[in-house]
């Protein structure tokens, strides 16, 4: 049995996680500031609840950047596979958050409507409005590039949260105009209440993502295939068959295990080689990936599951593992 070597391709360094993560909650900061003093001046339930939503991006915020910086912990005897489901963990509390938003919105519109209240300085409230929908688009824009980067899915549901922020408070933007034009100051808690539903929406994305990896759920179907190609590529070195492959994912880390099996007649030394070079030509075919690999004997193969051992006109064949 092999273990895993560090991978070779570079991992993106913390700090460009950590600092994107930073940007988030500067933003977030501000937008409360100013969307708290917008509600207040503007009596507008929509924007003080805008205002209650990006309190939870700056939860959600904080959330992220605790955790991007925790899953770069190197593994250590109590989590000896490493701190990455924190980013996992994170994205899942990002979600909750998401949706318990969504829940103080709604309480306090439908007191609005039952209630009444009155909307003022609408002027004021739709200037604050559209400076946050352009800087929560930009920040999210830059949150989502880093995430892509990094592979990591607690910036990736920062920046989800952060898209949603800023399609809510374009619609609060429409519904503050929509009132300033017709006086039907009612229309305030309505799209406050279609505002709770889209957050909703986001919300329950983000935690099923989130929860099918805390469970382990098997990688996307083209990697497995792309691990499997490059196994099947091995039959000119001695490989006869492979079985019991599984895959999986933390934080921006994928691990997989699979059993091999070896041709009679060769060593423990050369298959013990032939599996790290077939560690590595699985590591760049899928980045930031732990490799463990199981050696077995020839009469150990499963019927359906060989590797040919020559390639026709240097083409992998379709042979599949189990």
Do not use: C
């Amino acid at each position: 049995m092999t273990g895993a070597a560090p991978p070779r391709a570079v991992a993106p360094a913390p700090g460009s996680r950590s600092g994107a993560a930073a940007l988030s909650i500067v933003s977030n900061s501000t937008l409360i500031l100013l969307k708290v003093v917008a509600g207040t001046v503007t009596g507008s339930v929509a924007l003080l609840t805008e205002a209650m939503h990006s309190s939870f991006d700056l939860i959600a915020s904080v959330v992220a950047f605790v955790s991007v910086r925790k899953a770069v912990v190197p593994a250590d005897s109590d989590h000896p596979y490493g701190h990455e489901k924190f980013e996992d963990m994170a994205a899942a509390i990002e979600g909750m958050l998401i949706l318990v938003g969504s829940g103080v919105i709604v309480f306090e519109s439908v007191r609005r409507l039952i209630v009444g209240g009155e909307v003022h300085a609408l002027g004021f409230g739709i200037a604050v409005l559209a400076i946050s929908v352009v800087v929560n688009l930009l920040v999210s824009a830059r949150l989502r590039t880093r995430a892509r980067e990094t592979g990591s899915p607690a910036l990736e549901a920062d920046a989800a949260h952060l898209r949603t922020d800023a399609a809510t408070s374009a619609g609060v933007l429409v519904g503050l105009v929509l009132v300033q034009i017709t006086g039907e100051e009612w229309l305030d808690p309505v799209v406050a209440l279609l505002v709770a539903a889209s957050i909703v929406v986001a919300g329950v994305r983000i935690l099923r993502r989130s929860s099918r990896v805390l469970i382990d759920e098997a990688l996307p179907a083209e990697e497995l295939e792309a691990i499997e190609e490059e196994v099947l590529g091995f039959g000119p070195r001695g490989v006869v068959g492979f079985h019991k492959l599984r895959a999986r994912r933390a934080g921006a880390r994928r691990y997989v295990d699979v059993h091999v099996q070896f041709r009679s007649g060769t060593t423990l030394e050369a298959a013990h080689a032939t599996s790290h070079v077939l560690q590595d030509a699985i590591r760049r075919r899928v980045a930031g990936t732990d490799v463990l690999i199981h050696l077995e004997p020839e009469d150990s193969v499963v019927p359906g599951t060989e590797v040919p051992p020559t390639r026709d006109g240097g083409a992998d064949e379709p042979v599949t593992g189990g």
